[in-house]
């Protein structure tokens, strides 16, 4: 970019500026720097220019300061996100893993099962421990509506 040479005025005093910035934006900051001694000035009617100028530098300075710390504990905290996302894709990254050995169960299990539908009748048995009452449930009891407890 080149260096543009601009007149601007502030608290009546002529400055040359050099600056990458257009002249529009050079003349507005010398505006706002304008309005901020005019402010310093209505708060202390007696105050000079000078101590006017000085208040308002030490304004400027101060604005500054807090905008750093700003600037640092978001940082700070940008940070902290960041490793947050890194925990939280590393744990997302093992569930996903996990949740594929799991798929990968499911489908030995429903292999198993199938071979054990395909070949012989799968058949469960309960007993009552004290009363010694046997109930067994086959594929075929299941078909067939007869009443166990009959």
Do not use: W
Not at 55 to 72: P, V
Not at 84 to 96: C, R, V
Request: charged share 30%.
């Amino acid at each position: 970019m080149s260096k543009n040479k601009i007149k601007i005025v502030i608290a009546g005093n002529e400055f040359t500026v050099v600056t990458d910035e257009n002249e529009n934006s050079a003349v507005k900051t010398a505006e706002e720097v304008n309005e901020s001694i005019a402010e310093v000035q209505r708060a202390n009617p007696t105050a000079s220019v000078t101590a006017a100028v000085i208040l308002t530098a030490l304004n400027y300075c101060d604005t500054m300061h807090e905008m750093k710390k700003e600037a640092e504990q978001l940082q700070q905290r940008m940070k902290q996100c960041l490793d947050e996302n890194a925990e939280d894709k590393k744990t997302i990254s093992e569930l996903q893993r996990e949740n594929e050995k799991l798929r990968a169960d499911i489908d030995t299990y429903r292999k198993r099962l199938g071979e054990n539908l395909n070949g012989a009748p799968v058949s469960s048995s309960i007993r009552h421990p004290k009363k010694g009452i046997n109930f067994s449930v086959s594929e075929e009891a299941a078909e067939d509506e007869t009443d166990l407890f009959g």
